[in-house]
């Protein structure tokens, strides 16, 4: 079963039909330990609609409403080896060495929801990085209880010259406006996806695939458990919140984002979310003024 947020409302996806969950407001499904019986049960009473998600693409928005987003880091050994790499020359290597082997995960704030795109939307590189990638992740949806409600795709956006600098900088490397993309769609579901689960990243430049890489969660060490655990420690979320559960896939050192770069996330699945890149205009404030925020 899928779940989509649109700007009509909620649809809902389940045995290859579809139907309209626009009465449903999409925080109060999201606190909801029970979602999946929820839906479930519901669905048979919700009008059926013609068109699958296909036809309502250009009204797809990200699947948050007043969540935060949070994001675990050095979780994929190959994450740790980029992470190692550049940060050496600022004395700061051996912190991720240690983050990686040790008991407690590397866990910080992310975004808040007005900070995220959905599908189609345009991700941003920072005016002031020189070396910009994406970070393709599993993302759990969980409840204010902590319960695994379901899965979508993020993309976290990651300025890594920022970051390799100083590891103190870290959140101006990670959290800024439209620094993060989740969607298309929640794969409503507790029970855990299995290890041999494809995560693709694809970059496509004027045409042309510049990056493709892939990995399985197979090669995730840290269980999303372990990262729930240590998340919900001493931390309350009234609306539930969204966990990125770290990437396996880093696009070689020699290569940085440029504007109109196509990211295709695909995890099989939930499905692909496809963002393109742009840049916030200065000295906006993306609540104010939403609609000044999409690159024509």
């Known amino acids: 079963m899928k779940l989509y947020n649109t700007k009509q409302g909620a649809i809902v996806e389940h045995q290859d039909r579809w139907y309209s969950g626009d009465d449903f407001s999409w925080d109060e499904l999201v606190v909801r330990d029970d979602l999946r019986v929820f839906l479930e049960t519901t669905v048979p009473k919700l009008r059926e609609i013609d068109h699958s998600v296909d036809n309502h693409k250009e009204a797809l928005l990200a699947p948050i409403g007043s969540q935060e987003v949070w994001a675990a880091g050095v979780t994929y050994h190959r994450s740790r080896d980029a992470r190692v790499e550049e940060s050496e020359s600022a004395g700061g290597g051996d912190f991720y060495d240690r983050v990686y082997h040790a008991e407690r995960p590397e866990l910080f704030f992310k975004a808040t929801p007005h900070r995220v795109v959905g599908p189609g939307a345009k991700v941003s590189i920072r005016s002031d990085a020189s070396w910009s990638v994406p970070e393709p992740e599993l993302a ?43 969607g298309p769609c929640i794969l409503v579901s507790s029970d855990a996806l299995v290890g041999s689960t494809d995560i693709r990243l694809e970059i496509i430049r004027a045409g042309v695939f510049a990056i493709r890489g892939r990995t399985t969660l197979n090669e995730l060490k840290r269980e999303p458990k372990t990262l729930i655990e240590y998340l919900y420690r001493d931390n309350s979320f009234p609306y539930g919140c969204f966990l990125l559960t770290g990437t396996g896939i880093v696009p070689p050192d020699n290569f940085t984002l440029s504007l109109g770069d196509e990211i ?31 690159e024509q």
């Open 140 to 182: 759990l949806l969980l409840s204010p209880s902590g319960k695994i409600l379901g899965y979508t795709i993020g993309n976290d956006m990651s300025s890594r010259d920022i970051e390799g600098e100083n590891p103190l900088y870290l959140p101006q490397a990670k959290v800024y406006d439209r620094c993060c993309g989740l």
């Open 264 to 294: 295709r996330i695909t995890i099989g699945p939930i499905g692909t979310l496809v963002n393109f890149v742009g840049r916030v205009p200065e000295g906006l404030l993306p609540a104010l003024f939403p609609s000044c925020l999409i």
